[in-house]
């Protein structure tokens, strides 16, 4: 079946018990037994509820994966895949990554006895020399915010699987709609579903998706024994979420493509970070990994007070952190999602003062453009 389809359908079955369609928040701590070790499959709930079940056998199916574990929220489905390794291990991990996983990785798990190098990880060479005979994990993002950096998943894999060591991908910003790591050899695949997954902004979560039956097993065991699990309420509005996820993104692909090219011409734009423009330096591998671009984009307006000057004059879009809802959001990368991201780290990638950040939502595009035309002009 076909994306969509299986988006709507499947773990998705009519209940078994009332025929109800849609299948039912299960709000329950533990299950009934019939007699000591007869049971329905289920016996607690955070070992496995039937709601979260549900929704681990529809995430598995859109990334291709044979098995998904689903989780209290992005950072936690990171958590648990760094819970594979184990003290003495050293990961290479992308420079651009998520500001959450780069907190959790240096001020956390650096005190576990792991060690991370951070590697530009569009250039392939950078990766190599990054490597050390303990990395036992290669750890990456793309498309990375907020410059929208590629990198080239067949290739990172392929050099990993030299080493016999396992690429995890977190795939947040493309979602499976648009990007499906497994099929490009990634080992693991990690999403916040706090993004476009749920996408309506109305709750926090997180899967893991892989095929190996032996990293499954142990993944399966820790989000039983560390416990982070997405809750049933949780689980039911991430698969509601998952059923418009293929209308959606081409929505949202529609009119991040639009906003960026219309910011691409505007006299008060200096440069627009959408890999959906030829002028993007990583458009072609873009064009290759994935089959469409998305909604989120940057831009440069030249300096810290044009910045705020267009933040503050928004009315449609919405100044907050986040992403990947269905309505637009307008953020300042400096100084909200990178802050804790040294200057000259900052520098480096290229999150200038003058950056804003947009995630482009699926309101009538020419809504959010005027809106954004009537803010650029107040610079
Ligand atoms: C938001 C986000 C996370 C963290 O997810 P939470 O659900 O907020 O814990 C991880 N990676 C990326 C790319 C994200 O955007």
Known sequence: MGFATDAIHVGQEPDPATGAIIVPIYQTSTFVQEGLGKHKGYEYARTSNPTRAALERN????????????????????????????????????????????????????????????????????????????????????PANPVMEITDISAVAALAHERA????????????????????????????????????????????ILNDAALAERLKFIQNAAGAVLGPFDSWLVLRGVKTLAARMLQHDRNGLAVAEHLARHSRVKKVHYPGLPSHPQHELAKRQMTGFGGML???????????????????????????????????????????????????????????RISVGIEDVEDIIADLDQALGSV
Do not use: W
């Open 59 to 142: 995430l598995a199916a859109l990334e291709g994966g044979r098995f998904a574990f689903a989780f209290a929220s992005g950072m936690a489905a990171i958590n648990a895949v760094m819970s594979l390794l184990k003290g003495g291990d050293h990961v290479v991990a992308g420079r651009s990554l998520y500001g959450g996983s780069f907190r959790l990785f240096e001020r956390v798990l650096k005190d576990f006895g792991l060690s991370f190098s951070y590697a530009n990880t569009c250039r392939l060479e950078e990766v190599e020399r990054a490597l050390r005979p303990n990395t036992r994990l290669i750890f990456i993002e793309t």
């Open 298 to 356: 940057s831009f440069e307006t030249g300096s810290f007070a044009n910045a705020k000057t267009v933040l503050k004059s928004v009315r449609l879009c919405s100044l907050a952190e986040s992403l990947g809802g269905v309505e637009t959001l307008i953020s300042h990368p400096a100084t909200m999602t990178h802050a804790s991201v040294p200057e000259d780290e900052r520098n480096r990638i290229g999150i200038t003062d003058g950056l804003v």
């Open 165 to 208: 060591t396992p690429l995890a991908v977190d795939n947040t910003f493309m979602s499976p709609y648009f990007q499906r790591p497994l099929q490009l050899r990634a080992d693991i695949v990690i999403h916040s579903t706090t993004k476009y997954l749920n996408g309506h902004s109305d709750g926090v979560g997180g899967a893991v």
